[in-house]
């Protein structure tokens, strides 16, 4: 069951524009949220997140939005540069400690210069 | 200071052999879990560890099994390889749970 849905496999920008990528969950239960960026040959590495008791986080060029209504997320780049190229994973939890986070499964953002 | 660490990083094994992959968090986690990528896909939750302890468990089959140790390394094992078992497997570590992960570059598993 695919409770963490990244409906977009691919997205291309121009350098200096606002990437958005998309994300949707199924799982009300779900109250917590994070983006994750993984380049080839490594790991995800951790990007932002946000919590249901807030609709907005920002650091520095990438803000993450929610909606909690539509049970859906956001991911703004702006301005959008070369070396954002990568995969992004969207992923959700039930609580901070639950053992399983569930994730999307990616949107290869490509920033061409 | 060194961040989390999987060996191998590349394996190449025949079916209905095991595999023992190994992983050690970042100094001071506690909470060590293993994801199962597929190519195309996002990582799959296998197995969550606090202090030694199993949190949690993914729908994976009984051959798939993980245990943590003393100083919170931890290890997976699969029995009984199948061609589908063909992934990249991920270790992450955290403080406590999933407040933050942090990954390691992985283990590339082929299965022929």
């Known amino acids: 069951d695919q409770q963490v849905k990244q409906n977009s496999p691919s997205l291309s920008v121009q350098e200096g524009r606002i990437s958005i990528l998309n994300c949707d969950y199924t799982n009300s239960m779900f109250d917590y949220f994070l983006w994750y960026k993984k380049y080839p040959a490594e790991g995800p590495t951790f990007l932002i997140s946000i919590s249901s008791i807030k609709d907005k986080n920002e650091d520095g060029r990438f803000t993450v939005f929610l909606n909690k209504s539509a049970k859906h997320l956001s991911l703004h780049i702006v301005p959008s540069q070369p070396g954002d190229s990568a995969v992004y994973f969207c992923a959700a939890s039930a609580t901070l400690n639950n053992n399983d986070m569930r994730f999307g499964a990616g949107t290869r953002l490509t920033v061409k210069p | 200071d060194a961040g989390v660490t999987q060996s191998p990083t590349h394996l190449i094994k025949t079916r209905g052999q095991h595999v023992t992959l190994r992983c050690s968090p970042i100094s001071g986690h506690k909470s060590v879990s293993w994801y199962q990528q597929v190519l195309g896909q996002g990582p799959q939750f296998i197995f969550q560890?606090?202090?030694?302890?199993?949190?949690g468990r993914g729908n994976f089959p009984d051959r798939f099994s993980a245990r943590q140790f003393p100083n919170y390394s931890s290890e997976l094992n699969v029995n009984a390889l199948l061609l589908g078992d063909s992934a990249l497997y991920l270790c992450?570590?955290?403080?406590?749970?999933?407040?933050?992960?942090?990954f390691g570059s992985g283990t590339q598993l082929s299965v022929l």
């Open positions: 992450a570590s955290s403080l406590m749970g999933n407040e933050k992960l942090f």
């Open positions: 560890y606090y202090e030694k302890e199993e949190r």
